[in-house]
């Protein structure tokens, strides 16, 4: 949310300042994420990739909308180019097989950022990129 708050009122810019999943999107490599929702401490972003829609839930960022650092999660489909041998939350709240860690580090200091990611499957080391730049 790009806001220029001149307000007089400046509890209301406080407000619309903390609401950055309601219009956080980036290209990525991977096509279109969307910051989602936010859980306790957790931020979920959606993808679709060639046709599969997932879900990226990464850990410690939510609530956090400036001097983002490095964070880690995982991303989850209902299908992919490997299944795991165990199941982590997916889509709609069901459990999935298809799942791998993602890490990812914010460049930009401010809002919207780009950012640097990497991933893997199932419990894999994350080694394959994912980049996002903010629309």
């Given amino acids: 949310m790009k806001n220029v708050c001149a307000c007089a009122l ?6 619309a300042g903390n609401s ?3 219009d956080e999107v980036w290209n990525s490599t991977y096509g279109q994420v969307v910051f ?4 306790g401490p957790t931020a979920t972003w959606s ?3 060639n046709g599969r829609p997932g879900l990226i839930y990464i850990l410690g960022l939510a609530g956090i909308y400036s001097e983002r650092d490095r964070y880690d999660g995982y991303w989850v489909q209902d299908a992919s180019d490997v299944r795991c041998n165990t ?5 709609n709240k069901q459990k999935s097989y298809f799942w791998g860690n993602f890490q990812v580090k914010f460049i930009d200091s401010g809002y919207p950022a780009r950012w640097e990611g990497l991933w893997g499957y199932c419990n894999d080391k994350p080694t ?3 980049n996002g730049t903010p629309q």
């Fill in 128 to 130: 394959r990129s994912w």
């Fill in 10 to 15: 400046g509890f209301v810019c406080l407000l």
């Fill in 47 to 49: 993808y679709t990739h």
């Fill in 36 to 39: 989602e929702d936010e859980s």
């Fill in 20 to 22: 950055a999943y309601s």
């Fill in 87 to 91: 199941p982590r939350l997916g889509l």
